[in-house]
């Protein structure tokens, strides 16, 4: 399956320049570039793209408000945003994730792991790494939002999903909650479906967020 990708980014170099490493991959296409928040969501909606690559500061409409836009349109529901940061704009992380983002990159990053990234979140994953970025969110799901929604109950979480949800929270992928849980991948991901659905997260960066308002996880934990 081909993935769809649109470029939001006000800097036609860095559009020219994502375009030609995307589109050297045989199963990723461009299907459009936008340079401003605004133009992304209209994007969205006429490309039917798989991901947005989505840089946070542009004019007329920021990236964050950009995501929240497209996670707020249920017409878009399977859109994912990859939201590309620079640690100079990490005040922005947390309202990012909040957004809708199912994870976010520093533009230093290296171009093979963007194009991982891309395929990622494309297939429903969360990118949560490297390390750096991890305690930069540890920092901002730290901070309390009392201008956000409140926290969803866990009641009808069972234990082993608690678990999981924690595991999550710490940045494992499926295998590896696998292997800390001692059961296959297979069952971890299928914990991750419930665990998602009951608490009605669009994905992993969502159920961290959960995880660390309701307090089941918590900084250098």
């Known amino acids: ?47 039917r793209a798989d991901v947005v690559l ?37 005040e922005y992380v947390f309202q990012a994730l909040r957004a809708g983002a199912s994870g976010f990159l520093g533009k230093g990053v290296e171009l093979s792991y963007l194009l991982d990234a891309i395929r990622l979140v494309a297939h429903g994953e969360a990118l949560l790494s490297p390390m750096a970025t991890k305690a930069l969110i540890a920092r901002y799901l730290a901070t309390p939002d009392r201008t956000s929604a409140p926290a969803p109950e866990l009641k009808s979480l069972t234990e082993r999903e608690r678990q999981v949800l924690v595991l999550v929270a710490a940045g494992l992928s499926n295998n590896a909650i696998a292997e800390q849980l001692h059961v296959s991948p297979w069952t971890a ?3 991750l479906n419930r665990i998602m659905t009951k ?21 250098g934990a």
């Open 199 to 219: 608490l009605g997260a669009r994905d992993r960066a969502q159920l961290v967020v959960i995880a660390y308002r309701t307090g089941h996880a918590h900084p």
């Open 54 to 90: 989505m840089d946070i500061r542009m004019p007329d409409m920021d990236g964050v408000a950009a995501t929240r836009a497209i996670s707020a349109d249920e017409d878009l529901a399977g859109v994912r945003v990859l939201i590309l940061t620079t640690f100079e704009a990490d």
């Open 189 to 191: 991901k299928t914990h």
């Open 1 to 47: 399956m081909t993935v769809r990708v649109l470029l939001a980014d006000d800097q036609a170099l860095v559009r020219t320049s994502f375009r030609l490493l995307i589109e050297s991959e045989p199963d990723l296409e461009v299907v459009g570039e936008a340079a401003t928040g605004a133009e992304a969501v209209e994007l969205a909606r006429s490309t």
